[in-house]
């Protein structure tokens, strides 16, 4: 395992770079987009916020489109917007539309379920006390679900960190195309036992920044 690790440990090094470029974009414009859609979807769902059915089924259809097309399939669809956006279809940058709208369409559940959860006693004293839509949203509601959404966030970058692994069909690179090319179809298995375990490694980490991320939260 030792010479496995000095023997392509600058090539492992490129493919964990990699992997980490896609897994921080996509993450972050996850975490920038789906708290606020969540929120949205949770309110149009209630009257005594932004109640509007039409909107909430077109945006959970929407949803629900991007959750239920395979994957791969995905990938694929997305190439021409890709084409438009990046003026490539291939490569690390344009894996990371991909991943971002799969992680989106994940985590805005999320978020969207946690607010349902909330002790409806919380919005009634909100109400109760004259607070408006915003303050009820801002002072009562979010506060409530700060663990959920921290935790529910570690779930959706395991998945995406997943979801990376298949990026090699266009030249995205990362620690999943390696262990493909150079230890699955070179039968290089000593190889691609090592990329394995340094996944399961990544997502003990993932999940270790998660668990202390939410535990600091509850101390406060």
Known sequence: MINLIQKYQNEILISFMETNFMLFISMTVCLV???????????????????NSLI??????????????????????????????????????????????VSISIYTRFVEQALLNVSHNIVDRAISMGANKFQIIRYFLLPSIKIDLILSFTSVAISTLSYSTVMGVIGAGGLGEFAYRFGYQDYNYPLMYLLVIIFIIYVYIIQLIGYYIANKVVKK
């Open 56 to 101: 909430y089924e077109l945006l959970s259809i929407i949803l629900n489109m991007l959750r239920s097309v395979p994957f791969l399939i995905f990938i694929f669809i997305l190439i021409p917007l890709n084409r438009f956006l990046f003026g490539t279809a291939f490569g690390n940058l344009a894996a990371t539309l991909p991943l971002a709208l």
């Open 33 to 51: 987009l789906s708290i606020p859609l969540g929120i949205l979807l949770f309110s149009l769902n209630k009257e005594y916020l932004l109640k």
